[in-house]
């Protein structure tokens, strides 16, 4: 099993920045891949970026190509989520998720159902 808990949730004027973190515990990461959705109100969940747990490879939804950024820390298995330039449209919760099976591509890691851990979540609000 894997948990995953994300922080750095909150509310933040539109233009502004937040880094999300999401602690991934259970067991080792070296074979999975990450991902975060967002999930705004009355709309389905959306894909927003992902990244295989060596980095090299990640994926942005087009809306947030340029402004966010996926990461990984080194020993602490963690992923990140460094969002600037937000905009109003970009309120919702959002939620990582972790998965090890698959041949990863873009397609494949925008698909929830490529994911077999997720977290609970964290709010990121976006005043205009």
């Known amino acids: 099993q894997v948990q995953l808990e994300e922080s750095g949730g909150g509310l933040v004027q539109a233009g502004g920045s937040l880094r999300l973190s999401c602690a991934a515990s259970g067991r080792t990461l070296s074979n999975y891949y990450m991902g975060w959705f967002r999930q705004a109100p009355g709309k389905d969940r959306e894909f927003v970026a992902g990244i295989r747990w060596s980095g090299i490879i990640s994926y942005y939804t087009d809306s947030v190509k340029g402004r966010f950024t996926i990461s990984r820390g080194n020993a602490e298995m963690t992923v990140y989520l460094q969002m600037n330039s937000l905009k109003a449209e970009d309120t919702a919760v959002y939620c990582c998720?972790?998965?090890?099976?698959?041949?990863?591509?873009?397609?494949?890691?925008?698909?929830?159902?490529?994911?077999?851990?997720w977290g609970q979540g964290t709010q990121v609000t976006v005043s205009s």
């Open positions: 998720a972790a998965g090890s099976t698959g041949q990863y591509s873009r397609g494949f890691a925008s698909r929830a159902e490529s994911y077999n851990f």
